[in-house]
């Protein structure tokens, strides 16, 4: 019977570096994912605009996780021997006509990089398919972007080929006696392990829940379309400078309807959309993002309204953008109550760990998976113990 030192459950950004750093600093690890790259339909990463947020540090703990976030990922081509389409390009914050410029910008004070105020004629210029009467300005970044489809398959193949070992199979049950786990039982097949740490994104909490352990994370069901190839070209990466959905996550998960998460089929606020789109470098485009917080991982909604809510919305700002055939998809993407991801053995288990509610993983997951594994091995770390889940319990 094999008993691998790591069961990391799910294949997303954040379990594909977390298997990844594990077998790098030399533990064996099994990773569980249902699904191969090409068909996870419903997986968050898969939707990902893949933007890379390194200026938006708040805090001295943020802002040097951003430092090295954007150093790592400036590297992991190289170092995973797979394109990951690492670039640079503008991002262009929108502001509304209903917006007030001047408070706009302000609420950006405290990031680490401050963006710089742009007119309406010269955000056209940077992204001509904006449409100018729309918006009142803009706030440009110098964002850093990578395809995270590409990042998570290169993740997976330099895991695998370090001795890795990747099962698409998912994850039933934890073997749990007392107060330790002894591995997974995954499509019918039990696999042991002396830590399980769950990556599952959106779904974290509800797998945890079957094994009896509530953990203060929480999810978005996040929409979206997405296009085939095509030939109008978007330069920059657009979003609104105001965003619904920050705000959004953190009033669900304050006091009292934080109570509500354990109650199925609740809606716990209205929907709301923030309009944007981004274009890869296989000319692919995505156009969200509507948000919903639902309290079912598994809640049905009206595709074809949504569609139409996210193209009318879009169309206000992007209108070339808002027309082009598309696909609608859905999927859950995870949070936390402070912003911050939780990491570490939940509560009275000392060998069941989670790795996830990342606010913006391309940032912080490389650096996070690879301080956690270096923890893991026994090194001592001042970062990794103040993301525990524990500052909630
Ligand atoms: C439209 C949109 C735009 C975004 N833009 C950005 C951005 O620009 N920058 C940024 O940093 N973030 C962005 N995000 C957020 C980001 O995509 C997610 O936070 C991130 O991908 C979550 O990764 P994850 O690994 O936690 O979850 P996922 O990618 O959802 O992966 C979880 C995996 O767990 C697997 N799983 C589930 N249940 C089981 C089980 N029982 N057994 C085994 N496996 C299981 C699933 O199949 C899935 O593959 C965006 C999200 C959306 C929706």
Redesign the pocket.
């Known amino acids: 019977m094999k008993t691998y030192d790591w069961i990391v459950?799910?294949?997303?950004?954040?379990?594909a570096a977390l298997s990844y750093e594990l077998g790098r600093v030399g533990f064996s690890v099994l990773l569980?994912?249902?699904?191969p790259i090409s068909d996870?339909a419903s997986?968050?990463?898969r939707?990902?605009?893949?933007?890379i947020p390194y200026w938006s540090g708040t805090t001295p703990l943020t802002r040097q996780l951003c430092t090295e976030g954007i150093d790592i990922q400036s590297h992991l081509t190289d170092e995973l021997g797979a394109d990951t389409e690492f670039r640079y390009l503008d991002l262009v914050l929108t502001i509304g006509l209903d917006e007030d410029v001047r408070r706009t910008l302000a609420g950006y004070r405290d990031g680490a990089i401050a963006p710089t105020l742009v007119s309406v004629s010269q955000a056209c210029e940077l992204e001509p398919l904006l449409d100018s009467k729309a918006i009142a300005g803009a706030l440009l970044f110098k964002h850093a972007h990578v395809n995270?489809r590409r990042l998570v398959a290169a993740y997976c193949s330099a895991f695998q080929r370090h001795g890795g070992t990747l099962i698409h199979a998912?994850?039933e049950r934890l073997l749990c006696d007392r107060h330790r786990t002894q591995g997974a039982i995954?499509n019918g097949t039990t696999y042991h392990a002396n830590n399980v740490a769950i990556?599952?994104?959106?779904?974290s909490r509800q797998?945890l829940k079957d094994a009896g352990i509530h953990i203060k994370q929480y999810f978005t069901h996040?929409e979206?379309i997405e296009t085939k190839p095509v030939d109008l070209k978007l330069r920059a990466l657009v979003m609104p400078a105001t965003n619904q959905r920050m705000q959004f996550e953190t009033d669900a998960s304050q006091g009292e309807i934080d109570a509500l998460w354990d109650e199925s089929d609740r809606e716990l606020a209205p929907p709301s959309i923030d309009p944007g789109a981004i274009q890869f470098l296989d000319r692919t485009i995505?156009i969200?993002?509507l948000s919903r917080l639902l309290t079912n991982p598994h809640a049905k909604v009206d595709a074809v309204q949504s569609e139409a809510k996210i193209r009318s919305q879009v169309g206000k700002v992007l209108p070339a953008i808002a027309s082009l055939p598309g696909q609608w998809h859905s999927?859950?993407?995870?949070f936390s109550q402070d912003g911050l991801p939780l990491i570490g053995a939940v509560p009275d288990y000392a060998n069941i760990h989670i790795f996830?509610g990342?606010t913006?993983?391309?940032?912080y997951v490389p650096t996070l998976a690879r301080r956690f594994a270096a923890f893991a091995n026994g090194a001592s770390d001042d970062i990794i113990p103040q993301l525990s889940p524990l500052r909630f319990a």
Request: proline fraction near 7%; hydrophobic fraction near 40%.
């Open positions: 459950v799910g294949g997303g950004i954040t379990g569980l994912e249902p699904y996870r997986n968050a990463t939707y990902s605009y893949g933007g995270p998912k994850l995954a990556c599952a994104g959106g779904m797998l996040a979206l995505e969200g993002q999927c859950l993407v995870a996830s990342f913006s993983p391309m940032v």
